[in-house]
């Protein structure tokens, strides 16, 4: 069964695996935690703190693959993004035209893309469960 979830979810993974390959090749680190691939640093660290979002991004869940600024990233949005992993899981390769229709909707509604994000209120709300 669990080979199953990897590869339900591996298309979005083998995007995430792109980006670990830019983090590895420029100098970022990574360890597998609980199953997941965590990435940081190197130049995706700098591509996350220079995202398109006020802030930027702290973290990045595809797949079974975690993009994150730096360690501390990581640690600090764990819950969160062990939530975003489970929906990949659930979703499979729908999983990104899901979440970009979901933040298609809140626009549409006058809502906020990303925080107004059926799954990203989701990842909120378990997360502070955990």
């Not at 298309?11 to 970022?28: D, K, R």
């Not at 729908?94 to 989701?122: C, I, M, T």
């Amino acid at each position: 069964m669990i080979v199953l979830r990897y590869l339900w979810a591996g298309p979005t993974s083998l995007i995430g695996l792109m980006g670990a390959g830019l983090s590895i090749i420029t100098g970022g680190g990574t360890r597998i935690v609980d199953g997941v691939l965590e990435v940081h640093g190197g130049l995706l660290g700098w591509i996350l703190r220079h995202a398109p979002l006020p802030g930027g991004v702290a973290a990045l869940a595809l797949g079974h693959v975690v993009l994150g600024r730096d360690r501390q990233c990581l640690h600090e949005t764990r819950a969160h993004e062990r939530v975003h992993v489970q929906q990949c899981e659930r979703w499979g390769p729908v999983f990104l035209p899901a979440y970009l229709v979901a933040s298609l909707w809140a626009l549409v509604r006058g809502k906020h893309p990303y925080r107004d994000n059926w799954f990203e209120r989701q990842a909120v709300a378990q997360a502070t469960l955990k």
